[in-house]
């Protein structure tokens, strides 16, 4: 049955895990296939004349390409190694989420992720100067480079304070954070000493992270329980070994106070919710924050790319159809039975022009009894496959 035909379409190729049989990936959307079998000589040359005495094989070398018009994290998998997994609770950073305040009050906007928002992690800048500015913190006094937040009234007796400090640049960028720990009030009224880790301006390993002259000051964080975390913070530079005060007093009536922005740039976040001052009703802002994933379902597929991940071998099966001359359906299939990835894998973005991701392979010898390497296939098909 064998004859000529014309090939149309560059048809799909599913890989399979060698060792387990397990599909890791299905090209159905090819742009384009390549199979390149290329033999290496060497030749032979003796006596006076000027023409070959002979020639014979040195090496052959098999390659596939296959170029994907989509997207698949599994990609990921074949060119390195690592699996796709569905994780619950992984960190998003939202950048520049754009909106107007409110002409009039209440000044407020709820947060497009407001429910899994991190409030700590919220960043607002205003269309004036577009400049990061933090949250408006808690009653905050400075002196002699000694940040002492009156939380008066937050903290009761026995309440378990768990705080962690990070310190910032004079770029705005936040830096090394310290690791979480936990202070129980012992009195009514009273007095919490923060001091902040020599640590926490050096690497493990002892080394510094950054010129002490680049900080601009620490942010300081809390919760109560497994309440939210709240920023305490100020702009005054200091040094590690810096004692912080949290002054604790007497327990509200009823729920938690407050303060309330009052002065343009100032503003508060609970639970997702931004308040501003009136002044700065009317403004354009952007704000940049991280909200975490639903923790109910798997609804987030990671690959976490880890220093020891080596690519596996595969095998793939490659398949295409059309209709001969005479209007017959053929099927043509290639086997390739071990396979390994090679050479980059890389995702190119271009304006107005579709992303394509050229997957490159070399087929390996599986040491098969038969010798097989490549078998290929060409077979007719029933009249409805080309419906």
Known sequence: MQKSFVWHGVGSAVCYDQLTGREILRITKQTQANFTFTMEEQKVMGGSELDLIDSFETARTISLEFTDAVFDLRQFEIATGKQTVSSLSQDIMQFSEGFTIPAAGPYTHT?????????????????????????????????????TVNLAGLFTK???????????????????????????????????MVTLPDYALTTPSGMPIFDVNELAGFNVYYKIGAGAQMLCNGATPVAAGTAYTLLVGAPPAAGLPATAPTTTGQYTVTAGVITFAAADAAKGVMVDYVWVTSGATAECDVVDLKTNC???????????????KTGVVQGFQMEIYNAKYTGDYSISNARADASTFPLKFDVLNPERADKSIVKTKYFPLPATANC
């Open 111 to 147: 947060l497009d992720f407001a429910t899994t928002c991190r409030e700590e992690t919220v960043r607002v800048r205003f269309e004036s100067d577009w400049e990061d500015m933090a949250p408006t913190p808690l009653i905050l006094t400075v002196s002699n480079c000694v940040e």
């Open 158 to 192: 026995a309440d378990a304070v768990v705080v962690n400090i990070t310190s910032v640049l004079t770029s705005g960028i936040e830096s090394v954070k310290s690791p979480d720990f936990t202070v129980t009030i012992a009195a009514a009224k009273g007095d919490i």
């Open 310 to 324: 080596l690519r596996g071998y595969v095998k793939i099966i490659w398949t295409n159809k059309f209709k001969n």
